[in-house]
């Protein structure tokens, strides 16, 4: 029972670098999500995705990029990494109807641009 | 834009106390409420999950209401122990593509 995995779980990048930050799931779910908390603050929507193939914007989505291939895998790219995108990075599941089963959170990524 | 506020920022309580954390919304079209655990340096935990049909949900000493027409939710902790020591997350879920929106959570400190 994997549920969400998220690798790698810390990284530090050096300015102008880019990396991917890799999340998938076996639960089978169509919905997924990535979200960004810095300290003292909620969580934040980065991008979604509603099915293979099918991405779009959350809340905070510049710098980064996205993309479905399959319905396991939701990887998140940071290009050019900038000292603002330091941060955790959580990646998140759910499966129709969400209003009954909610989310399922992997266990994060912690990013430092230096 | 839907919006979610928890008051205080941070508590601490001894040991032993019933203590209720809230949690606000703006937009009463929500399809559930979530709360969520957060251990320091840790993923999140959901803990109890409201419908928007529902009132209230209980699991163990944790009991969470739902009042969608007020924008007010609650989650009731009783006899606290210093293992609830944690931030507390509280997340509504709305919008035709199921978005979670969080608030930025609630520190609580248990005093042995």
């Known amino acids: 029972n994997a549920g969400v995995t998220q690798t790698p779980k810390f990284r530090i990048l050096k300015i102008g670098q880019s990396m991917t930050l890799q999340c998938t799931q076996d639960m089978n779910h169509n919905y997924m999500y990535w979200y960004r908390q810095d300290p003292g603050m909620g969580l934040k929507l980065i991008y979604y995705?509603?099915?293979?193939?099918?991405?779009d914007k959350g809340e905070v989505p510049n710098g980064y990029n996205v993309s479905r291939s399959t319905t396991e895998d939701f990887p998140l790219r940071l290009e050019l990494a900038a000292p603002s995108q330091t941060s955790v990075y959580f990646c998140?599941?759910?499966?129709?109807?969400?209003?009954?089963?909610?989310?399922?959170f992997g266990s994060g990524t912690r990013l430092t641009v230096v | 834009k839907q919006e979610v506020t928890q008051i205080p920022a941070a508590l601490s309580v001894p040991e032993g106390e019933n203590l209720v954390l809230n949690c606000s919304f703006t937009?009463?079209?929500?399809?559930?409420l979530q709360w969520f655990r957060q251990d320091p340096g840790k993923g999140l935990t959901s803990l109890l999950l409201i419908q928007s049909s529902q009132r209230e949900q209980t699991s163990g000493r944790l009991n969470a209401s739902l009042d969608k027409s007020s924008g007010r939710s609650t989650l009731y902790i009783a006899a606290s122990q210093p293992g609830d020591s944690a931030t507390y997350l509280c997340?509504?879920?709305?919008?035709?593509?199921?978005?979670?929106?969080f608030g930025k959570g609630i520190t609580l400190s248990v005093r042995p």
């Open positions: 998140a599941s759910s499966t129709p109807p969400v209003s009954s089963y909610g989310y399922t």
């Open positions: 937009d009463s079209a929500i399809y559930n």
């Open positions: 995705s509603v099915g293979a193939g099918i991405t």
């Open positions: 997340a509504v879920l709305t919008g035709a593509n199921s978005k979670l929106t």
